[in-house]
T-cell receptor, first 110, second 114 residues
Framework: LAKTTQPISMDSYEGQEVNITCSHN???????ITWYQQFPSQGPRFIIQ???TKVTNEVASLFIPADRKSSTLSLPRVSLSDTAVYYC???????????FGAGTILRVKS | ETGVTQSPTHLIKTRGQQVTLRCSSQ?????VSWYQQALGQGPQFIFQ???????GRGNFPPRFSGLQFPNYSSELNVNALELDDSALYLC?????????????FGPGTRLTVT
């Protein structure tokens, strides 16, 4: 399973765009990239998933370069409620065994 | 639509005891996965059940066992509890099949072993 590396923590201010980058140098051809968000004392929540190029949904965008060795989660105009831990996961098509790393603690300040 | 529910919310056990945690999957989901999350760490995959059969297991000893019922609800059993088993236990359900990445997590059961 591909190992992922993310920054331990990031700070931002309300209204700013936040970009969290994840490195996954040994990603396999069949691997997808998925991001989850977790608030304290809650289970993780699926944010977005992609394979290549760019994916956008109502809450975030995911940018994946051609070599797929990294990915960037982009959160537009963050608010205080976006303060959470964000996990980058890489795994095969079936996604049967989600492997979570340590995640990135995002702190949004007013 | 009812989400994933887990019971109990909190539990305190003594080392050496056995514990059973329960999970009700989201309606229409036939796959349930269990995770252990220690304080300050990401969730660690324990095992997954698909249509009542174990469908993958993480690096956990055999004293961690599970069960999935015909209604797709699930149990996690842990025997011979150790202090290091203290953690948040998360259950997640999904529709199953290919592309099983969007898993829906419950709020978890906080287990404390003393």
């Amino acid at each position: 399973l591909a190992k992922t590396t993310q920054p331990i923590s990031m700070d931002s201010y309300e209204g700013q765009e936040v970009n969290i980058t994840c490195s996954h140098n040994n990603i396999a051809t069949n691997d997808y990239i998925t991001w989850y968000q977790q608030f304290p004392s809650q289970g993780p929540r699926f944010i977005i998933q992609g394979y290549k190029t760019k994916v956008t949904n109502e809450v975030a965008s995911l940018f994946i370069p051609a070599d797929r060795k990294s990915s960037t989660l982009s959160l537009p105009r963050v608010s205080l409620s976006d303060t959470a831990v964000y996990y980058c996961l890489v795994g095969d098509t079936w996604g049967n065994k989600l492997v979570f790393g340590a995640g990135t603690i995002l702190r949004v300040k007013s | 639509e009812t989400g994933v529910t887990q019971s109990p919310t909190h539990l305190i056990k003594t080392r050496g005891q056995q514990v059973t945690l329960r999970c009700s999957s989201q309606s229409g989901h036939n796959t349930v996965s269990w995770y252990q999350q220690a304080l300050g760490q990401g969730p660690q995959f324990i095992f997954q059940y698909y249509r009542e059969e174990e469908n993958g297991r993480g690096n956990f000893p055999p004293r961690f066992s599970g069960l999935q019922f015909p209604n797709y609800s699930s149990e996690l059993n842990v025997n011979a509890l150790e202090l290091d088993d203290s953690a948040l236990y998360l259950c997640a359900s999904s529709p199953g099949g290919q592309g099983n990445y969007e898993q829906y997590f419950g709020p978890g059961t906080r287990l404390t072993v003393t």
